[in-house]
């Protein structure tokens, strides 16, 4: 209480901005969040989205505030897209997007990443931000007479349009772009109605060069937005230090048991 009274010490602002959040969601941002303007934007989030305690807790230490607000974004939105839509197109935009309750295997394809982001729904959801509705994986588009499949796509109810995401297991390419283009060009001819703001199209790659990626979204027509995504890549420390080691593990099959091995004795004398 008394750290509470020395961070807030206007009345009105009290009354008007953190009265808006549960005290327990108030002790949480005096914990872990120090810069002031920084928790203000959780402040304001909280109250936007209507986030639990725990889901505050999940954004903070996610590092939210610094993959939305203090990331050096690359999209082409505020030259494709009219105002206030591509404002609010960056805003949504995130850099990285951590993906942390998918576990990393070097074999993994964009299929099985994509599946476990689908197994996952609900956190995906959380991560990709207010307002997404899913709307089908390897979505299927038939143009010209052939079939091709979308990734994932989703409509967002804030923006009022639909997204398109493609994803990616390597580095960024510009030649991704131009695919993406083709899509949001013909889900716009199929899907848009005069009621959905133009599509928007979102690339997730393991990682990108931000100039190389500037330049191949510089004359692209269709909204996109490039970024990178990170899922967990090793065992938490505490997981990890009750798991055997390969010594320990190469150490029981080379090893008979010793009762194996005196009851062999036994029987051969």
């Known amino acids: 209480m008394a750290k509470f009274a020395e961070e807030y010490p206007n009345r009105e602002f ?4 953190v009265a808006q959040i549960p005290w327990g969601h108030n002790t949480v941002l005096l914990d872990k969040v120090a ?12 109250i936007e989205n209507g986030w639990s305690r725990n889901v505050l807790i999940h954004q903070i230490e996610s ?12 999209s082409n939105f505020q030259y494709r897209l009219p105002s206030p ?6 805003q949504t935009l995130k850099d990285p997007y951590v993906f942390d309750f998918i576990s990393f295997s070097q074999e993994m394809k964009e299929r099985d990443i994509e599946a476990a982001l689908i197994d996952n729904m609900t956190k995906l959801l959380l991560e990709l931000g ?23 796509m989703f409509y967002n109810l804030n923006l009022r349009c ?3 995401i493609e994803l990616k297991t390597g580095d960024f390419k510009p030649e991704y772009a131009g695919k993406l283009n083709f899509y949001l060009s013909a889900v716009d001819d199929i899907l848009k109605t005069e009621y959905d703001n133009p599509s928007i199209g979102l ?8 100039l190389i990626a500037e330049y191949s979204l510089k004359d692209i027509s269709k909204p996109i937005g490039v970024s990178e995504y990170r899922i967990t890549e090793k065992l938490p420390d505490e997981l990890e230090k009750q798991l055997p080691s390969v010594e320990d593990i190469r150490k029981r099959i080379l ?12 029987k051969k004398r």
């Open 85 to 90: 839509q591509s404002e609010l197109a960056v």
């Open 162 to 164: 639909y997204v398109v």
């Open 63 to 74: 590092r939210l505030y610094q993959r939305q607000v203090l990331t050096d974004k690359v």
């Open 255 to 266: 090893q008979p048991p010793v009762a194996a091995i005196a009851g062999a004795f036994d």
């Open 14 to 17: 009290v009354q008007q901005v």
């Open 35 to 46: 810069d002031f303007e920084e928790r203000i934007w959780y402040i304001e989030k909280t």
């Open 130 to 152: 207010t307002g997404f509705a899913f709307l089908g994986n390897q979505y299927h588009l038939n143009i010209g007479g052939e079939d091709f499949y979308i990734d994932m």
């Open 203 to 210: 690339l997730l790659c393991k990682s990108k060069n931000n």
